[in-house]
DNA sequence: GTTTTTAATTGAACGATGTTCTATAAATGT
DNA sequence: ACATTTATAGAACATCGTTCAATTAAAAAC
């Protein structure tokens, strides 16, 4: 059971004459079943395309480049699922919940694919935002526009910040704001790499949400960080909306 | 420069005049500053032969086996340096300071190495209890030993055990302690999956703990989950501590 | 001092992988 | 009818992990 399968018409029937057409779908579709199936080690395009039966270079046609293209594809296939269960019924603080509630099932469902995504949260600061717009954006194609949600992310996105911050600030032991300026410096640079073409809303709101934390880090000694961050950044980052825009017409 | 540079003496020189000998920890020093310097993807046997100006199959003559034991090798030889800055003079407490701190450092210079340690940090609660048990063993090869230090990491692993609590449990929207019963006992399943011959004063301990933590959890409505526990834990952990055991004789 | 054993290394080989290339044929457009 | 686009096959290349039968220097045994 080696290429046979793959030419089960006749002799070496090259041309569209072995398949109907395959879709770019599908082959994103059959790479994640795979992953799911025997993990992200064992995933290989060349079984990948024996179990589509069909030619490895079909893969690169219809994906176009690299392993990397693939990837990227099945992390924006993935990222799709967030937007499950959205309903335009639905109060906008149901919605959100269910956005963050869809995302955490899918990182308990692909843990292994979940480095791929855009997110790479516990790695990249720059990165983290990104999958945040990603979530923004699906949330807008879904219909869900709003300043509202728009903030919410963008605090939400301050919370991840807040994680980095944690990974660039000096030992717990240094003296409370003593060496602060280089790290906060530091953390400036990061932000300063976002480009603001490509997402302005962030890069313009991040500078005020980060000092804010800041703030809250080094009066209370509490570390908003992601990993903490997720349910209560989600209960904070309501009850702020709340108090702040209780109309606000999403 | 292919395999050229392999065979510089003369001509096909085999058996042990080619070299001096070389060691298992040259190999895995080697093999650390490959990953440092290209990243894990880029890593390959075949390179680290060829930077080391050796063929392939001396790799497994001293590593042993396959790809998977030298992995293990790095991870214990990077493990080892938890120990930095270790000193029987000073105070336990600022010696589990000075391990904890050497882990972020490590994770934070190592970050693509990170999941080839025994931790798995995020993935595996079963896994991290195994790398609490190395950084346990390394503080005692250190010669440090003693109940309390046993107790601080048995607390830890509650903390991380309450990481997985945190992905195991439900949704935070469904009422506290209603489907409880589920997820505690999938936990449960989890602890007893260690094993109490290889691991006898974790598998006591963490029944304890868990259950300790899952009443703090859900009375609190704070999560004790690794990401804001690393800090904080510590802080609480050393306070513990020293309430429970002031003058332990460490 | 000769022989035997052990430690360390080589090169060749196998199968699998990512990727690129050219050939090919159906579908579509003109 | 002919030309172009679309979708495929298959061969090819370099690389990778891994194994294995030589090979030989050094150490140990006699």
Not at 66 to 81: H, N, R, V
């Amino acid at each position: 059971m080696m290429t046979d399968d793959a030419r089960k018409i006749g002799s070496s029937p090259r041309g569209r004459a072995a398949a109907i057409g395959l879709d770019k779908k599908q082959v994103v579709a059959a790479a994640i079943s795979q992953i799911d199936e025997k993990g992200l080690a064992a995933f290989s395009l060349r079984e990948l395309a024996r179990a589509l039966g069909v030619s490895p270079a079909v893969i690169y046609w219809h994906v176009g480049g690299a392993k990397e293209d693939l990837f990227a594809e099945i992390s924006a296939s993935i990222t799709g699922a967030l937007s499950d269960g959205l309903d335009a019924d639905m109060p906008w603080d149901v919605r959100l919940r269910q956005v963050f509630l869809n995302y955490r099932k899918l990182v308990h469902r692909h843990p292994e694919v979940a480095p791929l995504l855009g997110a790479q949260m516990q790695s990249n600061g720059v990165a983290n935002l990104d999958w945040v717009e990603t979530i923004l954006s699906a949330l807008q194609d879904g219909g869900y526009r709003g300043d509202a949600l728009r903030l919410a992310f963008n605090v939400l996105v301050g919370g991840l910040a807040g994680f980095v911050t944690m990974e660039l600030a000096p030992a717990p032991g240094s003296k409370r704001g003593s060496d602060s300026g280089s790290w906060q410096t530091l953390f400036a640079e990061r932000i300063a790499q976002i480009d603001p073409q490509v997402y302005p809303l962030t890069s313009r709101a991040l500078p005020d949400i980060s000092n804010r934390i800041f703030v809250l880090r080094w009066q209370n000694g509490v570390d908003v960080s992601y990993g903490d961050s997720f349910e209560l950044l989600l209960d904070l980052l309501i009850d702020g909306l709340r108090a702040r825009a209780p109309a606000d017409p999403i």
